[in-house]
């Protein structure tokens, strides 16, 4: 058999074998109360996997390595930012987990409530999520380059009993905030302010603690002998809240449950990433996003192998850095952005062909298109296996991608290649639903149930769950959102999003979440986000402002720093344009491709339906005039 076949096997057997399949594969994970059945489908899109189950994530990823593994390393954090290399074994991340988790429970967090972590790259952070998941809490992990009022809708919409946080992090040698951050977010909360846990880093002065806040050094040395029994939870019970971005200004928060995650995590580094236990995993990524939350913490530990964290820059102290990890840590898997690459890219093959790279198998790389010369580069220069694969905060694991488990299929570049096994994939004529030929553009959707590991609702909000995701033909259909093509062989290429959505360097952002901020702005009645084509990070955002006349047109500064001040650094626009008005239909409606066109420097389109053709013209002279 070639590993086309394998694969055709392999998946057909997931698909019209489901229960069987599942069943096998939740063996890869210890139960408390063993599977019995494997799925529950009676009320439909709402898919409950090994119902009456019950696990404990932290007792997988941690207690059961413990006896042939306890001293080998589980974390190996790495921070250019602070010249620091720490490795922590399995028993002692196992130790420290206990402590943290005692922590908890101290300061009155129970089975279901919920832990906000705002971080950065430091390996207490991994401990809190650990130490949530071992008591039965649910984390929310908001990604440290979020601000004030990001952080402020987050904690407003899961409610946290305790938010774990640290005084300051450091990036290209800069000092961040985090704590002055999370203080701003506190004037906006509608909730009452709630504990606050903060890990010290000696990068600045410590502050007095004030009220209802505690520090993590000190209380981790109160329980230094601690040991908390993982509470066993109903396969369910949710494991995490991570919010993401979509076309409405509220991020919704993507809930992920215990049994189903943790058999896909398992599942996925066998049969996709081909990670195997004792081996070394790199992902370049950061914790506050689904790909760190899978990759960097879930899938390495429950299979026992070794998780490379890391502080910094991929091109600080210098382009080689990573490669130089790889060489030292003798890394299997590595897995990061096509922005990263793209980076590197522009430095030169030197960096990376400098280092003896003989231990990596594969690259993966995720979370934004993959062009084909990038991907063409990158496989030349590594001399090896990069694997493009797509997938989103929804799904927590891969849609699409090449299987690295069951032998790679040949690659094509431009393509995550095939629909990974649980996924059936369908591509459908926008308008009517209707399947679209091969080599035809089609909404990528999928016929759920969907399989273990995905979104099992939106936070507290099952319909809005309905509404975003399963809403838009008659037959229910999981929408995700993207364009794409399949050809003749079953290669799918993404086309990008359909929606609102900007990738900003595989950092997913909703237009109208910018849109708001720029409006809270006194003099900016209007405002538009759009993503344009940038060579490194895929996109970037540049907005469009309406101003009233009355005061002081505000300067594009003053909204740019607005941006960064209360989503965060990530969403600050390259560009802002004053305008005299927005392309709107006669219902109102804003035009956005037509304004995404022309700040590409493309042409507008027919637009029959416009409201106002003058608009059109006044935003390219204000483009114009900013390029002369
Ligand atoms: P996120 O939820 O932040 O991971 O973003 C998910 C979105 O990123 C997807 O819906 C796609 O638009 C995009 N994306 C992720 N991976 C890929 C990929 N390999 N190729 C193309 N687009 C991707």
Redesign the pocket.
């Known amino acids: 058999m070639n590993a086309r076949e394998r694969y055709e096997e392999f998946y057909r057997n997931a698909m019209d074998n489901k229960e069987a399949f599942w069943r096998e594969q939740a063996q890869l994970i210890d139960w408390e109360t063993p599977v019995s059945q494997v799925l529950d489908y009676s009320n439909p899109p709402f898919a409950y996997w090994y119902p009456g189950a019950t696990l404990n994530l932290c007792y997988n990823t941690l207690d059961r390595h413990l006896e042939q593994r306890g001293d080998q390393n589980a974390l190996i954090w790495v921070s250019t930012e602070v010249n620091k290399t720490v490795a922590f074994t399995y028993r002692q991340l196992y130790e420290w987990v206990n402590q943290a988790a005692a922590v908890f429970r101290q300061m009155g967090v129970q089975k279901g409530d919920r832990i906000l972590i705002y971080m950065p790259m430091i390996p207490q952070a991994v401990v809190a999520m650990l130490a949530c998941v071992r008591i039965g809490a649910i984390h929310s992990v908001v990604f440290g380059g979020f601000a004030a009022h990001a952080l402020a809708s987050r904690i407003d919409d899961a409610t946290p009993k305790l938010i774990v946080t640290a005084d300051a992090g450091i990036r290209g040698g800069k000092i961040v905030p985090y704590k002055p951050l999370l203080d701003a977010s506190f004037k906006q909360i509608t909730i009452p302010k709630p504990n606050v846990l903060i890990v010290h880093r000696d990068l600045v002065p410590q502050s007095p603690l004030g009220v209802g806040e505690w520090d993590w050094d000190q209380e981790i040395a109160l329980n230094a002998r601690a040991h908390i029994p993982p509470v066993a939870v109903d396969s369910r019970h949710p494991s995490y809240i991570l919010y ?1 971005s979509g076309t409405t200004g509220t991020p919704k928060g993507v809930q992920r449950d215990t049994g189903g995650h943790a058999v896909a995590m398992r599942a996925s580094m066998k049969h996709i990433y081909d990670l195997r236990p004792g081996e070394v995993m790199f992902t370049g990524s950061d914790i506050g ?3 760190g939350h899978s990759y960097i913490v879930y899938a390495p530990l429950l299979t026992g192998a070794t998780t490379i964290l890391y502080e910094g820059l991929p091109i600080r102290p210098d382009p080689g850095i990573w490669w130089s990890l790889v060489e030292k840590f003798k890394v299997t898997i590595m897995f990061t952005s096509p922005t990263a690459i793209r980076l590197l890219k522009k430095n030169g093959p030197e960096w990376i062909q400098d280092h003896d790279l003989s231990s990596l198998r594969y690259l993966f ?6 062009d084909r010369e990038t991907h063409r580069w990158i496989s030349s220069t590594i001399n090896g296996q990069v694997i ?7 799904t927590g694991w891969p849609i699409l991608t090449n299987h690295a488990g069951l032998g790679l299929m040949a690659t094509k570049f431009g393509s ?1 290649a095939v629909p990974a096994y649980g996924f059936d994939c369908h591509l459908v004529d926008e308008r009517t639903g209707k399947p679209v030929k091969d080599n035809e553009k089609g909404s990528l959707m999928i016929k759920p149930p969907l399989p273990p590991g995905c979104m099992t609702t939106v936070w507290g909000n099952d319909q809005r769950f309905l509404d975003t995701y399963f809403s838009r033909f008659e037959t229910l259909m999981y929408a ?3 364009y794409a093509m399949r050809d003749e062989e079953g290669y799918y290429f ?1 086309m ?2 359909d929606d609102d959505v900007i ?1 900003v360097a595989g950092h ?1 952002l909703g237009t109208r979440e910018i849109e708001e901020i720029l409006c809270t702005h006194p003099q900016v009645s209007e405002a538009a986000a759009v993503g344009v084509t940038d060579a490194v990070k895929g996109q970037e955002i540049v907005a469009f402002v309406v101003v009233s006349r009355d005061g002081a047109p505000p300067e594009g500064k003053e909204l740019k720093d607005l941006i960064s001040r209360e989503i965060g650094a990530i969403a600050r626009p390259k560009e802002i344009y004053r305008v005299a008005g927005l392309p709107k239909t006669r219902s109102g409606k804003l035009l956005r491709r037509s304004i995404q066109a022309m700040a590409e420097g493309r042409d507008p389109g027919d637009l029959p339906t416009i409201d106002d053709v003058a608009v059109l013209d006044h935003i390219k002279k204000a483009i114009e005039a900013t390029h002369d």
Request: cysteine-free.
């Open positions: 993401t996003w689904v790909v790389l995720a979370g934004e298109p993959l493009d694969n797509y997938w989103q905060t929804e995550p995700t959102f993207d993404i990008g999003r990738n997913r």
